[in-house]
């Protein structure tokens, strides 16, 4: 099976390329090969690779600079997926498009289901959902695949700044009232494999690891693994407070509640999920030897 992936560079489609199975074809593009905010380009690179599957890892994912970026985040995150969606349906492919958890409010205080309505409260969130919105109506039979705080043991993610500052600092204040859930690229691109044995899947699904913790629980959960993982000294001591999100102001507003439901990914897809703090500990191990 050929599949054609958006966003090369990208964490989760770096970690698509590393665990290909054996039985698929991967044409991976970058931003120069395609750019997928150019319709003509992406109608040409679809014509000419043929996939049967098209994964779009693909985003405009700084959340803060999308603030004072508002076009540029649109025109990744709505026109791409549009554009995307659109040469599927002329070519009759296959479309996994990957959303996130920022497209809720954080109201919420139990897991939100794939179909509750979305009310984003920055500008990445409104763009996301825009791009959602153009898949669903344009490629009902598309999947759209929610995920939330992604991180691998490459890249730039929460995972190696809090690596970096504790390396640094000895002390570190970090947010403790938004929960989610950490997700590894490898649960992501594994539930993504799957998926794609699964042609009867369609609409939306959500994908995270299980569990749920705050920012401040996640950052001390990789300084606790970090060093049973060899990537802090063993004698580096480092002071993580709690804070409030008010105490630490960004551009952006984020969902203080942003858990998904996975229930229907687990039933319809059969993808089993472990804990995120297991999943945190495989990454880091592999961090430290690669
Ligand atoms: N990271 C998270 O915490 C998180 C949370 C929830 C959901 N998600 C979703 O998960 C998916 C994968 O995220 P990720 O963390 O792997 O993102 P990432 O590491 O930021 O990668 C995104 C990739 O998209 C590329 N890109 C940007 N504009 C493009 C364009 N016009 N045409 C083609 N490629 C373009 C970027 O290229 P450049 O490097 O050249 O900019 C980058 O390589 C995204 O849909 C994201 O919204 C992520």
């Known amino acids: 099976m050929k599949i054609l992936i958006t966003g090369k560079n990208g964490q989760l489609a770096q970690e698509l390329h590393k665990r290909k199975p054996a039985n698929?074809?991967?044409?991976?593009?970058?931003?120069?090969?395609?750019?997928?905010?150019n319709?003509?380009?992406?109608?040409?690179?679809?014509?000419?690779?043929?996939?049967?599957?098209?994964?779009n890892a693909a985003a405009y994912t700084a959340v803060d600079k999308a603030e004072s970026e508002k076009?540029?985040?649109?025109?990744?995150?709505?026109?791409?997926?549009?554009?995307?969606?659109?040469?599927?349906?002329?070519?009759?492919?296959?479309?996994?498009?990957?959303?996130?958890?920022?497209?809720?409010?954080?109201?919420?205080?139990?897991?939100?289901?794939?179909?509750?309505?979305?009310?984003?409260?920055?500008?990445?969130?409104?763009?996301?959902a825009a791009g959602e919105a153009a898949v669903q109506s344009l490629l009902p039979e598309a999947v759209i695949l929610r995920t939330a705080w992604?991180?691998?043991?490459?890249?730039?993610?929460?995972?190696?700044?809090?690596?970096?500052?504790?390396?640094?600092?000895?002390?570190?204040?970090?947010?403790?009232?938004?929960?989610?859930?950490?997700?590894?690229?490898?649960?992501l691109a594994e539930a993504i494999y799957t998926l794609i044995e699964k042609p009867q899947a369609k609409g939306t699904y959500h994908c995270t690891d299980a569990g749920a913790a705050s920012w401040y629980d996640f950052?001390?959960?990789?300084?606790?693994?970090?060093?049973?993982?060899?990537?802090?000294?063993?004698?580096?001591?480092?002071?993580?407070?709690?804070i409030a999100t008010a105490d630490y102001p960004t551009p952006a507003a984020r969902p203080a509640y942003s858990v998904l439901d996975k229930t229907s990914l687990v039933a319809e897809v059969g993808i089993e999920l472990k804990h995120w703090r297991q999943a945190l500990r495989q990454v880091l191990k592999e961090k430290a030897a690669p």
């Open 39 to 55: 319709a003509t380009q992406v109608t040409q690179a679809i014509a000419e690779h043929k996939p049967e599957v098209v994964i």
């Open 219 to 242: 950052a001390v959960a990789i300084y606790e693994e970090g060093k049973e993982a060899g990537l802090l000294p063993a004698e580096k001591q480092v002071q993580i407070k709690p």
């Open 150 to 187: 992604v991180y691998s043991a490459h890249g730039a993610n929460f995972t190696n700044t809090m690596l970096r500052l504790m390396n640094e600092r000895d002390q570190l204040g970090v947010v403790a009232d938004q929960i989610g859930t950490p997700t590894s690229t490898h649960t």
């Open 24 to 37: 698929i074809e991967l044409v991976a593009l970058d931003r120069n090969d395609l750019d997928i905010t």
């Open 71 to 128: 076009e540029q985040a649109y025109a990744v995150n709505a026109t791409g997926p549009e554009n995307l969606a659109a040469a599927c349906k002329e070519f009759g492919i296959r479309l996994i498009h990957v959303s996130t958890d920022f497209v809720f409010d954080g109201q919420s205080s139990t897991p939100y289901q794939p179909q509750q309505p979305v009310r984003p409260l920055g500008v990445y969130g409104e763009s996301k």
